[in-house]
T-cell receptor, first 117, second 114 residues
Framework: AQSVTQLDSHVSVSEGTPVLLRCNYS??????LFWYVQHPNKGLQLLLKYTSAATLVKGINGFEAEFKKSETSFHLTKPSAHMSDAAEYFCVVSGRNYGGSQGNLIFGKGTKLSVKP | DAGVIQSPRHEVTEMGQEVTLRCKPISGHNSLFWYRQTMMRGLELLIYFNNNVPIDDSGMPEDRFSAKMPNASFSTLKIQPSEPRDSAVYFCASSSTGQRDGYTFGSGTRLTVV
């Protein structure tokens, strides 16, 4: 079965400092992994995705994530936080397939990122 | 492309009333998903369709919930009768290639049942 664990429910950083949001996954096959961002009172936006190509994935707004199979991790990073990065971030793993049908995405509980001036 | 369109954006209703949430997926997407988001339970998949056919409705909480997809461009999620514990944000998402490329989410419907 597939599952995803976001290790921190809340992360607080100062503007201009690095961001690290941690995610570990469990999958019985080679997974697809995603990070989504949700700003307050908004829908979810795809930040980046890993689908078995390059292990270092670059996304929008300067975010990137590295797939590490040996550590079953897919941590999200950004070198320098901006006030507009304050949001909730979800790590997501692809679910099981139903034969040829499409499965579903399994969401982590989310990490709320606060950015202090 | 207008993205995934959900209506209404906000709905306030009294307990016992019927509520219908609507979703228009992105044209050409053949999978559609309904999610519910609450503080307590986070994001939960309720049901998803592939080529207008319901594939997995195991996340639908009770018989009070039903979902339909009469054609490729429209889906509804109905709650009848509604209860205060149904208060949540309901998201619709669509995809053309399944989980390998991720989903595009709508802006959600915030439902409040009083």
């Amino acid at each position: 079965a597939q599952s995803v664990t976001q290790l921190d429910s809340h992360v607080s950083v100062s503007e201009g400092t690095p961001v690290l949001l941690r995610c570990n996954y469990s999958s019985s096959y080679s997974p697809s992994l995603f990070w989504y961002v949700q700003h307050p009172n908004k829908g979810l936006q795809l930040l980046l995705k890993y689908t078995s190509a390059a292990t270092l994935v670059k996304g929008i707004n300067g975010f990137e994530a590295e797939f590490k199979k040996s550590e079953t991790s897919f941590h999200l990073t950004k070198p320098s936080a901006h006030m507009s990065d304050a949001a909730e971030y979800f790590c997501v793993v692809s679910g099981r397939n139903y034969g040829g049908s499409q499965g579903n995405l399994i969401f982590g509980k989310g990490t709320k990122l606060s950015v202090k001036p | 492309d207008a993205g995934v369109i959900q209506s209404p954006r906000h709905e306030v209703t009294e307990m016992g009333q019927e509520v219908t949430l609507r979703c228009k997926p992105i044209s050409g997407h053949n999978s559609l998903f309904w999610y519910r988001q609450t503080m307590m339970r986070g994001l939960e998949l309720l049901i998803y369709f592939n080529n207008n056919v319901p594939i997995d409705d195991s996340g639908m909480p009770e018989d009070r919930f039903s979902a339909k997809m009469p054609n490729a461009s429209f889906s509804t999620l109905k709650i009848q009768p509604s209860e205060p514990r149904d208060s949540a944000v309901y998201f619709c998402a669509s995809s053309s290639t399944g989980q390998r490329d991720g989903y595009t989410f709508g802006s959600g419907t915030r439902l409040t049942v009083v």
